[in-house]
């Protein structure tokens, strides 16, 4: 069964940083390409960036909100997910959601219970 | 960035009722469209894939088409397990994008 377990949220406040981290079960994690989904209180999903499988190539993309400010990165050898986050803003006030799925089409069918990050002073 | 629009953003309607929500995509995204329903407190969880593919495990009464900038979901009899709000999220661009969300309740 595949497990995606994030941890790592809390209050932070602004201009702080916090790290995520997702542990990964169930499947083969290094074929894995992997997501960061955020959603803010009462509003919509927002895709804020993915990390390749290594096989891929290992790159990342981000959403141009946290460009610059977030770094997702994987470590193999623990099956982990990583979100840094640097220079948090109130608006990066979210549950945040690891998830992975299907890099071919791009859909996500496994995620995990999220994590809430709050940015307050 | 390529941004996603759907139609209507809430609606009402009773358990048995055809209910079809629309995603548009600012420029085309051949079938790279993904569906998926989040009730409160949850993770979301796939419906459709590749715009008309239904997820293993997903009911029949789900359905998907379009290819293009627009896209549909039907559900083609509601159940009370269905009043949830629903996205739609492009993945042909490297930077993905969701929809804004449908909300659908009980009328």
């Known amino acids: 069964e595949v497990q995606l377990v994030e941890s790592g949220g809390g209050l932070v406040k602004p201009g702080g940083s916090l790290r995520l981290s997702c542990a990964a079960s169930?499947?083969?994690?290094?074929?894995?390409?992997m997501s960061w989904v955020r959603q803010a209180p009462g509003k919509g999903l927002e895709w804020i960036g993915r990390?390749?499988?290594?096989?891929?190539?290992?790159?990342?993309d981000y959403a141009a909100p946290v460009k610059g400010r977030f770094t997702i990165s994987r470590d193999e050898s623990k099956n982990t997910l990583y979100l840094q986050m640097n220079s948090l803003k109130t608006e990066d006030t979210a549950v945040y959601y690891c998830?992975?799925?299907?890099?071919?089409?791009?859909?996500?069918?496994?995620w995990g219970q999220g994590t809430l990050v709050t940015v307050s002073s | 960035d390529i941004q996603m629009t759907q139609s209507p953003s809430s609606l009402s309607a009773s358990v048995g009722d055809r209910v079809t929500i629309t995603c548009r995509a600012s420029?085309?995204?051949?079938?790279?469209l993904n569906w998926y329903q989040q009730k409160p407190g949850r993770a979301p969880k796939l419906l459709i894939y590749?715009?008309?593919s239904l997820q293993s495990g997903v009911p029949s009464r789900f359905s998907g088409s379009g290819s293009g900038t627009d896209f549909t979901l039907t559900i083609s009899s509601l159940q009370p397990e269905d009043f949830a709000t629903y996205y739609c999220?492009?993945?042909?661009?490297?930077?993905?994008?969701f929809g804004p969300g449908t909300k659908v309740d009980i009328k």
């Open positions: 998830t992975t799925g299907d890099s071919v089409w791009g859909s996500y069918r496994n």
């Open positions: 169930g499947f083969t994690f290094s074929n894995a390409w």
């Open positions: 990390i390749k499988s290594k096989t891929d190539g290992g790159t990342t």
């Open positions: 420029q085309s995204i051949s079938s790279y």
């Open positions: 590749a715009a008309s």
């Open positions: 999220q492009q993945s042909y661009s490297t930077l993905f994008t």
